[in-house]
């Protein structure tokens, strides 16, 4: 089995499990995650594996970007920023459209990229001290990418509220929107998240996919449309005034001064 230096991956009995494995960082999203998460499905899915458990290390499932990754995207050029946005658009769409049924265990903070993470899973499992957020407009961001996904989960009223404000929401009230499926007590996640997972494993394997993909069918060529857009609205974000201030003012803790260009 491969190795990665971001995540573990075990499998037994049919179920693949993946563990953010960055607890010092909070599990956040790099780059170096993100390939090794796409390494890590893709090996899952050419193995015997038919569930897939995602859950995090220590006490967060996956908390923003990581501060090297955020500090390396100032000052790239377009087509850069372009590229980086399609390999994130690509690390969702993976999970998404992921063949093989995925659950997302939150055994702590989600937030930013780790939300989108939560929200692209078949299921999501949370603890109760679970929290959410799509937190990109504090420093600059667009959400554009899992905004292409939320909206279709949640709806326009509740969607704008979560992407505009970017404030955290806890599991109860991602409970309340669909986003999470059950809450879980810390002791019993995992244990209920396999118990999902054999329950899953009594079905025919062929049907389950066949019934995944027909499900997603219905949004494809809609998703296809609104992921593209969203991917240059994602790299030109990143040429504003308001975005390089953002990732200053975030690195420095320091309160950002907004020019609105």
């Known amino acids: 089995m491969t190795e990665f230096k971001t ?3 075990s499998e037994s009995d049919s179920i693949a499990t993946i563990t953010f494995n960055r607890p010092e960082k909070r599990n956040a999203v790099s780059f170096e995650l993100v390939q090794d998460l796409m390494r890590a499905l893709e090996e899952i899915e050419k193995s015997s594996s038919q569930v897939v458990i995602m859950t995090g290390a220590g ?3 996956c908390a923003g970007l990581d501060l090297e990754d955020l500090k390396g995207l100032v000052g790239k050029t377009h087509e ?11 690390m969702f769409r993976t999970i998404y459209d992921f063949p093989k049924p995925t659950i997302a265990a939150v055994n702590g903070a989600a937030i930013a990229g780790g939300t989108g993470i939560a929200t692209m899973c078949d299921f999501t499992l949370a603890v109760p001290e679970a929290k959410f957020g799509y937190t990109e407009v504090r420093i600059g961001f667009v959400p554009a990418i899992v905004s292409s996904f939320l909206v279709m989960q949640v709806g326009h009223k509740i969607a704008r509220d979560l992407l505009m404000t970017a404030r955290l929401f806890d599991a109860a009230e991602a409970h309340r929107y669909g986003l999470v499926n059950e809450i879980v007590q810390p002791e019993h ?15 025919s394997p062929s049907s389950v996919r066949a019934t995944k993909a027909l499900i997603n069918g219905f949004i494809k060529t809609q998703l296809d449309s609104q992921v593209t857009a969203a991917i240059e609205d994602n790299a030109r974000i990143r040429n504003t005034a308001d975005f390089h201030e953002g990732i200053s003012s975030f690195l420095e803790k320091r309160k950002p001064v907004w020019s609105g260009k």
């Open 80 to 90: 850069q920023n372009v590229q980086d946005s399609a390999t994130m658009a690509r």
């Open 59 to 61: 006490k967060a499932f």
């Open 189 to 203: 996640l995992l244990a209920r998240a396999n118990e999902l997972a054999k329950l899953l494993l009594e079905n």
């Open 7 to 9: 995540l573990l991956l």
